[in-house]
């Protein structure tokens, strides 16, 4: 080969050579493009959340079950209540010096007006905590008049006095209605307490068998007290009563009402099933 062709080559192997470095060098100046990869990282626990109690389990029918009662409520579930059934029949409007027997001569010129002041006289013995609630029959038909409840003291004897004598003797009727205003408070008390059904009365039942409200009450344990005003012992209810009182003259009537806010030692079920 000739010098000449030996000294090409020698200038194209070079050229080729700066080429070469050129475009490495290129290369390690350009910008990365590298993509960094994410590391999985381990949740750091937080604090415990407290969480809401779990719900009261239900009844069959539903129903929250209701739980222990609390501390703040231990005076209310242990509240005495009385629901009483005045009787304002036709006969209620008779002079009770006439019809009572053995009574004395008073100012009542009614058995309706001797009731409203004994009613009246007793009120104000009744502690201002208990619930007390009125059911009356007269002219104007059979109603609740005051549900059962505390601070309608004064409710209550606006009700007695507008009151006003006529119309049949509906017992039963009025004795279930109180046995389900008393046992519905029970239910609300969890049990506690104490639950009377107070009867004031004159005369035996007209309408519905007494006998369907006396064993009513007896089958939901609500017990009767009854005061019958100028009938003796005769009553029906004589023997359906864990307490019966014959009141023959107004003072014995408030005595009568006053007797129902004492204890009663035992709740003798024979004895209240007339059995």
């Known amino acids: 080969m000739s010098r000449a062709a030996t000294f090409l080559l020698l200038v194209f192997a070079y050229l080729a050579t700066r080429a070469a470095c050129d475009d490495a060098h290129h290369r390690e100046s350009a910008p990365s493009t590298t993509t960094i990869a994410m590391t999985p990282t381990t949740a750091v626990p937080r604090a415990a959340v407290p969480q809401p109690p779990a719900a009261a389990a239900s009844g069959s029918a539903g129903e929250p079950v209701p739980g222990p009662a609390l501390a703040g409520s231990e005076s209310a579930n242990l509240a005495r209540n009385f629901y009483f059934v005045l009787d304002g029949s036709g006969s209620m409007g ?152 014959a009141a023959n003259s107004p003072a014995e009537l408030r005595r009568g009402l006053e007797e129902t806010l004492g204890e009663l030692e035992t709740f003798d079920m024979k004895a209240f099933g007339g059995q």
């Open 94 to 245: 008779e002079d009770p010096a006439t019809k009572c027997s053995g009574a004395a001569k008073s100012s009542y010129s009614t058995k309706l007006a001797a009731a409203r002041w004994a009613i009246g006289e007793f009120l104000g013995q009744v502690p201002a905590d208990d619930r007390i609630g009125l059911y009356v029959f007269d002219r104007s038909g059979q109603r609740e008049v005051v549900p059962l409840g505390t601070g309608n003291r004064e409710q209550f004897l606006k009700a007695v006095n507008a009151v006003y004598a006529a119309g049949g003797t509906p017992l039963a009727e009025a004795i279930i209605t109180g046995v389900n205003r008393l046992a519905a408070q029970r239910d609300q008390q969890l049990g506690y307490g104490d639950f009377r059904l107070v009867v004031v009365t004159d005369g035996e039942a007209t309408g519905r068998r007494l006998e369907d409200g006396t064993a009513y009450a007896l089958a939901k344990r609500i017990p009767i007290y009854t005061i019958g005003f100028c009938v003796g012992q005769t009553h029906t209810l004589f023997r359906h009563s864990v307490a019966y009182r």
